[in-house]
């Protein structure tokens, strides 16, 4: 083998290389002393060595560190047997590995796709590291197949990504992964524990059908969380965790296993003053703030969202009135299965805020009459999770039961004459038994406690002095006040359960 520096002149050198390729040497272009290959020296390599039955070209142990390929390299079809290295190599224009084999170990470490890079169809037999590498371009992983460990630790697409139907048979890891572009997985395929931690997600990563046949873990540091922002349409989530994560612009319509999704840590959604919501359901109310349009129609101005993505956005602006009762019920459901997940990690708060948001879509979807009393529950409760509110209705049942009863619910106490009947002392005697029974008319402060006794069954004097419409306001004290009384202690402790 030559030293590092070839003693023959350039050409010469990739002619040597050249030769020991086609005599099925290992391809180890440095060991020549070529530094530089065209795209023109890349389609003669693959001519000149060892061939498959089916005339596929064979690099054995291939070594391109740190080479640089003028104009790209196209090793579509390729078999790479034995371990394959490029760390440190620069694709100056597209990269195409589409259909290769690659049959031992491949390395990518700190390799810089400068134009687009083309893994479609190609299949990793063992472990793969692309970490650090920058993808300038488009880059294109659709239908591969990693067989092994699979690492993009700190890689960074500067344009649109595609693992559309990708397959990894084994762990996956995203580790502080930039996407600056669309991120695309739907309908990939992620069997045993993989990992997405850290890193930066696209307004437009997309998740659609995803299927977890083992666990995958999204993770974001306590002080910095992973702000994930896309679609898991139609993904079964029953291995996926949630940890540190930020999933105020994540959309899970039709998503299945959503009770067994796990929520660990920080994992917050969007947050207004009062609740968490679902990012579905400010969709679903056409409610996102200025700001959130503004970056809405930023997302569909770019050339590279499609219709598909138009539609993605601008759904809920389009849903037409017959279809939002459906849509309301499904998101109910979906409130319904995130409320159970939050419990199972004894988040009883972030239940709470669920099951608020479970009401809401129930309150736009059930029958009429179901409706019509949830709509009451909101007003005097807020479904029994608002205690200001629970509050505010006791008290004003409270002073209008006291005004009513002190207008118009109390008789007035007269002494009985009989002038013309009787003696003297009978007649002074049934005056005398008149006004011990009737002492004088309740003031307003005795009517107010008695008004505060009937909440918990307590009468403070004689019931007997009420007239008709004071019977009638103590019938609904003694129905509504510890209604009110329950709702409110209900209020509180959703509140302050742990």
């Excluded at 972030?350 to 009429?368: I, K, L, N, T, V």
Aim: proline fraction near 3%; include cysteine.
């Amino acid at each position: 083998m030559l030293p590092m520096t070839s003693p023959f002149p350039i050409s010469d050198a990739f002619a040597f290389f050249l030769s020991a390729v086609a005599s099925g040497c290992p391809c180890d272009p440095a060991a020549y002393g070529v530094t530089s290959i065209t795209r023109e020296q890349v389609r003669e390599l693959c001519e000149v060595a060892p061939q498959t039955s089916d005339r596929k070209p064979v690099f054995r142990n291939a070594h391109f560190g740190s080479v640089i390929f003028e104009g790209g390299a196209d090793f579509s079809e390729t078999v790479f047997e034995g371990k394959t290295d490029f760390s440190g190599a620069i694709f100056k224009g597209g990269a195409d590995f589409s259909g290769v084999i690659f049959g031992g170990w491949v390395h990518f470490f700190e390799v810089v796709f400068e134009g687009k890079a083309d893994f479609s169809w190609a299949v990793f037999e063992r472990e793969v590291y692309f970490s650090e590498v920058n993808f300038v371009e488009e880059s294109n992983f659709l239908r591969v197949m990693f067989k092994g460990q699979a690492n993009f630790v700190r890689a960074t697409f500067e344009h649109e990504v595609f693992f559309s139907r990708t397959t990894f048979g084994r762990e996956a890891y995203f580790s502080w992964v930039v996407f600056h572009g669309g991120a695309r997985f739907d309908r990939t395929r992620f069997a045993p524990r993989s990992l997405v931690e850290g890193g930066t997600f696209p307004d437009t990563a997309s998740f659609d059908g995803m299927r977890v046949l083992s666990r995958l873990v999204f993770r974001g540091a306590p002080s910095e969380l992973l702000r994930l922002e896309g679609s898991f349409r139609g993904t079964d989530l029953t291995y996926v965790e949630f940890e540190n994560v930020d999933l105020a612009r994540c959309f899970f319509e039709d998503a299945t296993g959503v009770d067994q999704v796990g929520l660990r840590g920080g994992t917050c959604f969007d947050r207004t003053q009062k609740r968490e919501r679902l990012a579905d359901e400010v969709r679903f109310r056409g409610s996102f703030s200025q700001n959130n349009s503004a970056k809405a129609r930023h997302v569909l101005s770019q050339p590279s969202v499609g219709r598909s993505w138009a539609g993605f956005w601008g759904k809920s602006a389009a849903l037409r009135k017959q279809d939002q009762s459906a849509k309301a019920r499904r998101l109910a459901q979906l409130y319904r299965d995130f409320r159970k997940s939050r419990q199972d990690v004894k988040n009883e708060m972030g239940a709470a805020d669920f099951y608020y948001g479970e009401m809401e879509m129930r309150r736009r979807s059930d029958p009429w009459a179901t409706r019509l009393l949830l709509g009451v529950y909101w007003a005097v409760s807020g479904y029994g999770l608002r205690p200001l509110r629970a509050f505010a209705m006791l008290a004003m049942l409270v002073f209008v039961a006291t005004f009513a009863l002190n207008a118009s619910g109390v008789e007035d106490a007269r002494p009985v004459s009989s002038v013309g009947r009787g003696s003297a002392f009978e007649i002074d005697l049934a005056t005398e038994m008149v006004l011990e029974d009737q002492t004088g008319t309740p003031g307003f402060g005795e009517i107010f406690l008695f008004v505060l006794g009937s909440l918990v069954g307590v009468s403070t004097f004689n019931t007997e002095m009420l007239t008709t419409t004071g019977q009638a306001v103590r019938v609904v004290l003694r129905f509504a006040g510890p209604v009110f009384l329950a709702l409110a202690v209900l209020a509180v402790r959703s509140r302050v359960k742990r």
